[in-house]
């Protein structure tokens, strides 16, 4: 099992700053991939970002390409999202996931382990 616990989250207005992270502990070293995705009301659940823990590669959505920075620290076996740039359609809750294997970086069901998620909020 992985456990994953995000912090970071709150409000700020559009075109400022947030960081999120993610700690995650127990059977880490299962895990080869991380994810963020996020959730707004009424729609369904997006893809923000991923990283592999051993090559340190990322990938991120055409949403927030260019705003959002994602990195890893392998010792302290945690993940952080940089979100500049903010905007008001960024508003959801932010979820840290975990995958084991995975074939599609970018779908949610690939996903083994979630967080309980954080909300970020951006006001206009």
């Known amino acids: 099992q992985v456990q994953l616990v995000e912090s970071g989250g709150g409000l700020v207005q559009a075109g400022g700053s947030l960081r999120l992270s993610c700690a995650a502990s127990g059977r880490t070293f299962s895990s080869s991939t991380m994810g963020w995705f996020r959730q707004a009301p009424g729609k369904e659940r997006e893809f923000v970002s991923a990283i592999r823990w051993s090559t340190g590669s990322t990938y991120y959505g055409d949403s927030v390409k260019g705003r959002f920075t994602m990195s890893r620290d392998n010792a302290k076996r945690m993940v952080y999202l940089q979100m500049n740039s903010l905007k008001p359609e960024d508003t959801a809750v932010y979820y840290c996931?975990?995958?084991?294997?995975?074939?599609?970086?970018?779908?949610?069901?690939?996903?083994?382990?979630w967080g309980q998620g954080t909300q970020v909020t951006v006001s206009s």
């Open positions: 996931a975990a995958a084991v294997n995975i074939a599609t970086i970018w779908e949610p069901r690939h996903y083994d382990y």
